[in-house]
């Protein structure tokens, strides 16, 4: 009978208990259930990942290598100060202020009707690789932009 009574309040005593508590207290177990299947997770991927490098080596070591270098960038380098005694005095070092914020093609173009070889085909090349730096482009882009500025030249003397 003292058994009967006390497994009685012993359901009472928690029903009440939870009605007083509400959702706020969470079951231990509950908890000790999420974590094993956290662990089980991230024990089934490592194992995946390790059955992938038996199976495929290079592939899977480039991008552990990309995810690691992607998880962990570098700081960014500070620029460099520039000093007025770098200007070598021509005043082609420098563009205008109404060149601020134009593409990368026209801020070309405009450097590249101050080059020496302007309107030269023979000089394409060479005069892209002095320019392309100068307005972040690379040399192919620029190579493609000045030889279209040439057949233009060559288009308009033509017409005259």
């Given amino acids: 009978m003292r058994a009967l009574l006390a497994v009685v309040v012993d359901r009472v005593v928690a029903v009440v208990r939870r009605h007083v508590l509400g959702d706020a207290e969470r079951s231990v177990w509950a908890a000790v259930g999420r974590g094993?299947?956290?662990?089980a997770s991230g024990l089934g991927l490592v194992l995946l990942y390790l059955l992938r490098f038996v199976l495929a080596p290079p592939s899977?070591?480039?991008?552990?290598?990309?995810?690691?270098?992607?998880?962990?960038?570098?700081?960014?380098?500070?620029?460099?100060?520039?000093?007025?005694?770098d200007d070598q005095g021509d005043d082609e070092t420098r563009e205008p202020a109404e060149l601020e914020g134009?593409?990368?093609k026209s801020r070309?173009?405009?450097?590249?009707?101050?080059?020496?070889a302007y309107g030269d085909r023979g000089a394409v090349a060479a005069a892209a690789g002095r320019i392309?730096?100068?307005?972040?482009?690379?040399?192919?882009?620029?190579r493609a932009y000045i030889g279209a500025i040439v057949t233009e030249l060559e288009q308009t003397r033509k017409a005259s």
Avoid: C, F, M
Avoid at 36 to 39: E, F, V
Avoid at 108 to 116: G, K
Avoid at 132 to 142: I, N
């Fill in 108 to 116: 070309l173009t405009w450097w590249y009707e101050r080059d020496a």
């Fill in 36 to 39: 094993l299947a956290a662990a």
């Fill in 60 to 85: 899977t070591g480039a991008g552990l290598r990309r995810v690691v270098l992607i998880a962990t960038p570098l700081p960014a380098a500070e620029k460099p100060e520039r000093h007025d005694d």
């Fill in 102 to 104: 134009a593409t990368k």
């Fill in 132 to 142: 392309a730096p100068k307005v972040g482009l690379s040399e192919g882009t620029a």
